[in-house]
């Protein structure tokens, strides 16, 4: 999918740029899939713009909101965005997240199918998979992804006593600002929330979560967990010689693939190794062990509802 082009009418601002707060003018933003302008609708006081626009047969409108972290390096932020994973860690509203399936390359790029349950203010529980779809480096140098409700039958059924949402679509764009150690951000997301409130309570609670979303994501990059990840994986994993690389890498294979450790997770895990991309590595690992753990839920869920039956 093509990233959007963006063109602003009633201003001549950039991204994350800074509007008087007291304009009369509609401020609009038009994207090249020929749908309705975004229109400006808040500005926080850190800097968060926030856009609206109407979607044909959605009850809620479609959010943009775009921001400059001016000390986030754009990688941090992006490990932070596909740690899908441990969403539940530092996200709002999201309660439990794990990866139904995972066709990411160790670059980062690909697809992945998570599985997510969110109580948020008012509502009762919700639960929804999305499929993510990655570009770690575009040919402008952005760093994109885009997720949707997929018809695939990918993931668990709709919890007990929780709403399947149907209808969550959105996606992020970074961009390198201030010589590099900032980021630009663009996040976008269309939701509704299957629900009987207004469409305007909607809108109304969106334009205070959503720049929420966005603290949060960028609070998690700078926490320094990443990088306390990263000096572990050095410590434990890497070799004292080049000749040690096979042997580390089919270690780890074992050790997270058990019996089903296969060549291809080793040589993969060995050419992590020799990059010496910790960021990387840690991914990948925390990954591995992630579906190893979940797959190991599943059985012994298996095994339990045999034994009841």
Not at 93 to 99: G, Y
Not at 104 to 120: L, P, Q
Request: include cysteine; charged fraction near 25%.
């Amino acid at each position: 999918r093509r990233c959007p082009r963006w063109r602003l009418r009633g201003s001549n601002a950039s991204m994350g740029a800074k509007v008087k707060a007291r304009s009369s003018r509609k401020e609009l933003m038009y994207d090249d899939d020929g749908g309705a302008p975004f229109e400006r609708c808040a500005n926080t006081k850190d800097g968060i713009a926030v856009w609206m626009r109407a979607v044909p047969g959605s009850n809620a409108k479609e959010v943009l909101a775009e921001a400059t972290f001016a000390k986030t390096p754009a990688r941090a932020l992006w490990r932070a965005v596909c740690d899908v994973e441990r969403y539940q860690e530092f996200v709002p509203f999201v309660k439990r997240s794990f990866v139904c399936k995972d066709a990411r390359s160790s670059a980062g790029g690909g697809s992945v199918w998570v599985y997510n349950v969110v109580k948020a203010p008012v509502v009762g529980p919700r639960d929804f998979v999305i499929k993510i779809e990655s570009t770690p480096r575009g040919a402008d140098g952005s760093m994109t992804c885009a997720w949707h409700v997929p018809d695939d039958g990918v993931g668990p059924a709709a919890l007990s006593g929780h709403v399947r949402l149907l209808k969550n679509s959105g996606g992020w764009e970074l961009r390198e600002a201030n010589a590099g150690g900032g980021v630009a951000v663009r996040y976008r997301v269309l939701t509704d929330p299957g629900t009987a409130l207004p469409g305007f309570l909607v809108d109304l609670a969106n334009q205070s979560s959503v720049p929420d979303v966005m603290r949060a994501f960028n609070a998690r990059a700078t926490s320094g967990v990443y990088e306390r990840e990263d000096a572990a994986a050095k410590i434990s994993f890497l070799p004292r010689s080049g000749s040690g690389f096979a042997g580390a890498g089919g270690f780890l294979a074992a050790l997270l693939g058990g019996e089903h450790a296969t060549l291809g997770v080793a040589k993969e895990l060995e050419e992590l190794l020799r990059s010496g991309d910790f960021g990387r590595i840690t991914t990948s690992l925390s990954a591995r062990s992630r579906k190893m753990a979940t797959a190991l839920d599943a059985r012994g869920g298996d095994r339990r509802s045999a034994r009841d039956a």
